[in-house]
């Protein structure tokens, strides 16, 4: 943390467990009989609790979107670039609600947890949960909050894709929609990068069926691997050149296969580091939630058809060098949404960050985001 | 309200969809939506404008009509599709202009007429490029690369079988003098045209 608390940073926060005792239906066809749902809030929920933020995290993101835990944190939350006093998700105006999905590894219900049947971890046994599934759990804590509509459901890549079934499957409880840096579903390129990351945890000889923990141990290559290839996806061939180049380590090259490049070494620490706080069981549970995602897929590819049902206002944004979802998906959408006379605006921010931009904040980003925000706010009255 | 925006709002009904090309900040939609009942969509590509109307609660597209098209609009999808002082800046009016009529049943456009007497006035005496209120930029730097006359334009409809459903002229504070009128495409600065392609 800095030395003292930034004047825009919601400041030290802690989560709070929620716990739900009644069984929730998923779409696989399993039930979980009860779980725990990890939540940070930020803000204060007005009177007539008409300026609730729901933020949804992406893939390996958790309930730590903005502020620190202690003073000794080095770093703040996940989005506190866009979240806190007088930034564009205004705490100072919004109730901001930020969890961790279920089959997360940050606390909430997930594979890692003890299954009450069997007094062991879940492991494989942890049903694969669907966006569907994650917005029916996130509406469950809304009840709890008392919080009947959202002004905003908020998210970036698979937090948009949630974002974006929000507004399919409970239209009556949110106003806006905020998708951004996403797709209305995966293409075979993206199914493939994950298929290629899923290779390389269950093939780590420490996987062991996904029952890991019963042997006290964890497929840490294979989740690094994954972790290395999802990586690339999220930057762009421009910002990785800027960063590393071809820069080496030392002077010369050794001849050899060790970590020369400083993009290799680059690589190796973020996936050792990742390797080391988050969960492969989850990480497969993740990127299979992203292969299914396709709400089009139930009106016979027809997205407009699914957009029907949708009553709120969207903000959708892509950035101009992502190439994981590329502007081109956020168009496909937006086409969408058009056909259905639902009510959209949408921009392509031009970014040399690829996937990654949707959480740095650039001034036009800052801008749009803002404005929209801002509107929202005293469309609520907050 | 600007004079033309009060003609323009008449010729829009409550419950229309409309699209607006070239929104600009969006005070026209925002317009029709609070005064009419309207629903609907610009399209910009400028990013302080296109800010604006996110801040107005206009829906705002940022599509740029010159490399995209309007393509990605059905046939039909539209009651009215406007175009405001946009029309001299795009690279292919006369497409622009199918197009239109193509995605909405009706089109309303305004573009500033080269042939008022001042633009003629200033290149007939000075012997440089016209400059004005309408068209303040230099010959170099001007977004208005397509200028034309209201002749041209109604020339350019009958051709293409458009049919012009009303016109009006009116000066550069937008004032509807009767001068205009008897003699627009020399006295009138700007033309709000009426266009469809549905036969009477």
New interface residues.
Partial sequence: MPDSLPADSVGIVSPQTYHFDAPIDLACGQTLENYDLVVETYGTLNDNASNAVLICHALSGHHHAAGYHSTDDRKPGWWDSCIGPGKPIDTNRFFVVSLNNLGGCHGSTGPSSVNPRTGKPFGPEFPVITVSDWVKSQALLADRLGIECWAAVVGGSLGGMQALQWSLDYPDRLRHAVVIASTPRLTAQNIAFNEVARQAITSDQEFHDGRYYDFDTVPRRGLMLARMVGHITYLSDASMGEKFGRELRDQAYKFGYDAEFQVESYLRYQGERFSESFDANTYLLMTRSLDYFDPAYEFGGDLSRALAAATC?Y?VLSFSTDWRFTPARS?EL??AM??A?R??????VDAPWGHDAFLIPTP?YT??FN??M??VAR?VGA | MRPDLEIIQQWVQPGHHVLDLGCGDGTLLDFLQRERGASGFGLEINPAHITSCMSRGVAVIEQNLDTQGLGNFDDGSFDVVLMTQALQAVRRPDKVLDEMLRVGSEGIVTFPNFAHWRLRWGLTLNGRMPESDALPYKWYNTPNIRLCTFKDFEALCRQKGIRIKSRRVVDGQHQNSWLARLWPNLLGEIAIYRITRETE
């Avoid at chain 1, 009510?343 to 392509?348: M, P, Q, T």
Wanted: glycine share 4%; hydrophobic share 30%.
């Fill in positions: 206002e903000l168009e937006v086409n058009i056909g006379r009510k959209v605006s949408y921009a392509e036009r801008d749009i404005a929209y801002d509107r469309e």
